[in-house]
């Protein structure tokens, strides 16, 4: 009776974690207009050309294990994304989703970042 229980709690576990991370998130820039879920090229070539890097600064704040299985990978990336997004001293990180995406592209104005170097 008791395994059964514990197969059940990680059944329940299982599907807590994927309706976590079935939305995929990307992090991206407010000035970037290419959609990275489905203009992933273009998207990376002006995140690097801006000197972002964004996802090796995401590789750096993620704590992931080859261990982890693909939901809790997926969810350990979102965590570091929540990080990054907390930490956003600069203000130029935002979140999209695949159904919160908008074409930024025909926007004619953003926000500026001023650099301050002491």
Not at 25 to 33: C, G, H, K, R
Not at 58 to 72: F, G, N
Not at 104 to 115: A, G, H, L, N, Q
Request: with cysteine.
């Amino acid at each position: 009776m008791m395994a059964m229980d514990t197969n059940n709690d990680s059944t329940n576990r299982t599907k807590e974690l994927k309706e976590i991370v079935e939305d995929d998130l990307m992090l991206t820039t407010l000035d970037n207009p290419f959609n990275p879920f489905v203009q992933w090229d273009q998207w990376f070539a002006f995140d690097m050309r801006q000197g972002y890097n964004t996802c090796a600064y995401l590789a750096r704040i993620v704590k992931t294990s080859h261990e982890l299985s693909e939901v809790e990978e997926a969810l350990a990336i979102n965590q570091a994304i929540q990080e990054i997004l907390e930490l956003n001293s600069l203000g130029i990180y935002i979140v999209v989703t695949r159904k919160t995406f908008t074409d930024r592209s025909k926007t004619t104005s953003f926000p500026t970042v001023e650099i301050r170097r002491e």
